[in-house]
């Protein structure tokens, strides 16, 4: 009986040996096709077997959460939003102090490693892609003669990438309806709207430049000393108009209703002058296997704004020039490993052999993947972007970068407890508007008053704390 409970013991270790590194994160080429891709690898580099469990983005959250609840993770490595690490630090493991320590993270860029690799002071996760929102143009039609000329007689300046958003909407509505160099009729710009489609970042986008305001950082989504929404304020009642005109959503019979892939891949179709997107359509739409315009792309700094709203007076302030505002949209993808993993020393390894740098330089310059630069040797080295996108346009790309990542103004986005619950608010908002239902200051009222409920039902104090935290700024007394 001893002997025959001892093989049983031996058996079950056996099995545990064999049991697959289990690693889950959203569906779709982006993301999981890495994932899958560096399994492999992993798997002939070190035997251990990894399956990637795909599940769609809309579950994703909840599917982890309800996992962490319940007791029930069957993932041995996650990989989600910066954004969700809030509410899944608690469940979550430290990352060892020698991957800390070594150049894996130290060469990560200190915007993506020094605040959405931890949370409350602790290392929790790796990061595995830098996201920012930037703007791309094509440099054919802004260098033709006659559009030069024609430009320049309808707005008395130089047709030139936009500094502003009123920039950007002078050249959005010269462009639309023009012909293009191929006789085809294209868009001013191109942005996301659909639902599902990641359209609340670019809203966030346009509303980054007025909300900026120099004398009251932090002054984005919330008041950052009584936590009480912005969302409604006349900064983001104009952000919000502005984002509407840029879809079209004046003409709903020929507005495409665009996800941010589809963005970049119109684009790269050449269907439009310009188009905000995440630095994944620097190499979209200047490869030759995957874009009709390769050679004839340049790229800008997402604008900025001349005037700027006064949280402090409720008044407009105006600049002595435009200053552009980047934002750090959606601030990218990380990877961390539950408490409850069965496997956590090979859950990290399989983590550290996905983020090395021979593996993710060559992930960031594929268009498909869905991570962004966001080593510093990534944003450094030229060779290989000249590689694929040609000399100049990899040199306006990587300036592009280094300008947004440098920037004092550059707005971080919203990573605080309940992120999920707010954009689930504001999105339903928009798209109340967008099928006619509502004006813009109404929606936004109603999505404030929402977000007021939101933070006092996760509690108002702690909540500040983190929003304070999340927009860098120290803490201040009760």
């Known amino acids: 009986c001893r002997l025959l409970a001892i093989a049983i013991y031996l058996a079950g270790l056996a099995q545990t040996a064999a049991d697959p590194l289990t690693v889950l994160t ?30 769609p983005f809309s579950g994703l959250y909840g599917e982890i959460m309800i996992g962490f609840v319940t007791g029930q993770t069957e993932a041995d490595v996650l990989i989600f939003p910066a954004a969700w690490l809030p509410d899944f630090a608690p ?31 602790q290392w929790k996760a790796i990061t595995l892609d830098g996201d920012l929102h930037m703007g791309a143009y094509r440099r054919d039609l802004f260098e033709d003669i006659s559009a030069i000329s024609a430009f320049k007689l309808q707005f008395g300046r130089e047709l030139l990438p936009p500094r502003s958003w009123k920039e950007y909407g002078e050249i959005r509505e010269f462009f639309a309806g023009r012909e293009g160099t191929d006789g085809a009729t ?73 996800d941010s892939h589809g963005v970049r891949a119109n684009f790269a179709k050449g269907a439009a002058a310009m188009a905000i997107d995440w630095s994944d359509i620097g190499a979209v739409a200047t490869d030759p296997e995957t874009s009709e315009i390769a050679g004839k792309v340049g790229f800008f700094v997402l604008p900025g704004s001349q005037e700027i ?83 100049e346009a990899a040199s306006d790309y990587l300036q592009v970068l280094r ?61 500040r704390r983190h929003y304070r935290e999340a927009m860098g700024l120290g803490k201040r007394a009760p």
């Open 403 to 463: 300008d947004s990542l440098s920037a004092p103004e550059a707005a971080p986005d919203l990573r605080i407890p309940g992120y999920p619950a707010y954009m689930a608010v504001l999105d339903a908002q928009v798209g109340a508007v967008l099928r006619g239902e509502v004006e813009p200051e109404e929606a936004l009222t109603a999505a404030a008053l929402e977000w007021e409920q939101i933070t006092d039902r996760l509690g108002r104090e702690s909540q």
């Open 26 to 55: 959203r569906n779709g080429g982006p993301i999981a096709d890495p994932a899958i891709r560096h399994g492999i690898t992993f798997t002939n580099a070190t035997g251990t077997e990894v399956r990637v469990i795909q599940r």
């Open 309 to 391: 709203w006064n949280p402090g007076t409720n008044n407009w302030e105006t600049l002595s020039a435009p200053r552009p505002v980047p934002f750090l949209a959606f601030g990218g993808w990380i990877a961390a490993v539950p408490q409850a993993s069965d496997a956590p020393d090979e859950a990290w390894d399989y983590v550290a052999w996905m983020a090395a740098p021979e593996r993710a330089d060559k992930d960031v310059t594929n268009g498909s993947s869905g991570f962004n630069p966001y080593r510093l040797s990534q944003l450094e080295e030229q060779g290989r972007w000249s590689e694929l996108m040609g000399e």
């Open 186 to 258: 294209i868009a001013g710009t191109l942005e996301a709207s659909s639902r599902g489609g990641q359209r609340l970042w670019y809203l966030f986008s346009h509303a980054a430049a007025y909300t900026a305001h120099p004398d009251h950082p932090g002054h984005f989504f919330f008041d950052p000393d009584t936590m009480k929404p912005e969302i409604d304020n006349p900064a983001w009642q104009r952000a919000f108009r502005e984002y509407l005109s840029a879809i079209g959503a004046e003409r709903p019979s020929g507005r495409l209703l665009l």
């Open 91 to 121: 469940y979550l493991s430290t990352v060892p102090t020698t991957l800390i320590s070594s150049p894996l993270v130290q060469g990560v860029h200190p915007t993506y490693r020094d605040s959405l690799m931890r949370w409350k002071g």
